[in-house]
């Protein structure tokens, strides 16, 4: 499978984020981040087609990315990742590469959302962020199908468009008007509820 620059990129970007914060880091963990930043792009009311690569959410209601899958094996041949016991590192030359990539005007627009994504740590460890992506609608339908479900079709999208219109409308009349162009905000209040349902699904 030809590498995809998009995924590539991407996965190197959501690990060096995921490494400062615990220091290594694992595939699922970029699949899930890579997810949540495909969420907020759409939440920018941009294209899904735009985003470079598809997601389909596995039985264990997670979503998975062929690409992203390919970039992780690929990086890891070429030394660029380094395994810890169970979990992965980036390598300097992995670092000073990514660098290399950053400023790229077509980057720009993704680090937005992959940086939101990864920022919502701050407020959410990774397992609650994985515990509330998972009552995201399109992959809670992925986990009553026995094989993997493609994410992101027309009708899920338009369910996502109207909570995020919903969230959207929230944000613009509660929010300081120096907040509302920052993709972190609805990313937590978006998680937030998202575990909310998923504590309440466990009751």
Known sequence: MPLNPEATFDSLFLADRIQEEAGTFTAPELHLFAYLACLLWLYRQRAVSD???????????????????????????????????ERVKLSDAAIQFLNELKPLALNRDRTECLG?????????????VGSALSQ??????????????????????????????????????????????????????????????SELAHD
């Not at 009349?173 to 349902?197: I, M």
Request: proline fraction near 5%.
């Open 116 to 128: 939101a994504a990864c920022a919502s740590t701050v407020a959410f460890s990774i397992g609650m």
């Open 51 to 85: 985003w470079g690569y598809p997601f389909v959410g596995t039985e264990l209601g997670a979503p998975f990315s062929q690409d992203i899958d390919g970039a992780f094996k690929l990086l890891q041949e070429r030394g660029f990742l380094i395994r810890v016991q």
């Open 136 to 197: 995201e609608p399109d992959l809670k339908r992925a986990r009553t199908t026995p094989l993997n479900r493609a994410l992101l079709e027309d009708s899920a999208r338009q369910q996502l468009y109207e909570q995020f219109e919903s969230l959207r409308e929230a944000i613009q009349k509660h929010s300081p008007a120096e907040t509302l162009g920052d993709l972190r905000l609805p990313a937590f209040l978006w998680l937030a509820a998202l575990y909310r349902w």
